[in-house]
């Protein structure tokens, strides 16, 4: 099953979950996360060594996917 989380001021909100054989639970993680990158947040997807990749669309098999603000300052 895999998640898109949100951290946010409260620590994190579950957005969406969903399992790639449900197109319905996908579809509508997808559309979650489009939502959200349209806002200018960031997704990074959890790769299966551990390591992490920023992400435009939803990687179906993907156990974790989180959302964040973009770092600013200088």
């Known amino acids: 099953m895999g998640r898109l989380l ?7 909100t ?3 979950e969903w399992t790639p054989q449900d197109d319905a639970e996908t ?3 997808q ?3 489009a939502h959200e990158l349209e806002r200018g947040l960031i997704a ?3 790769l299966e060594d551990g390591s992490a990749e ?3 669309e939803l990687p179906v098999d993907a156990e ?7 770092i ?3």
Request: net charge positive; proline share 3%; charged share 30%.
């Open 6 to 12: 949100r951290l946010d001021r409260t620590g994190h």
């Open 27 to 29: 579809r509508r993680a």
């Open 64 to 70: 974790l996917v989180m959302l964040r603000r973009p």
């Open 31 to 33: 559309e979650a996360l």
């Open 72 to 74: 600013v300052g200088g």
């Open 54 to 56: 920023v992400v435009r």
């Open 14 to 16: 579950t957005l969406a």
């Open 44 to 46: 990074s997807a959890t």
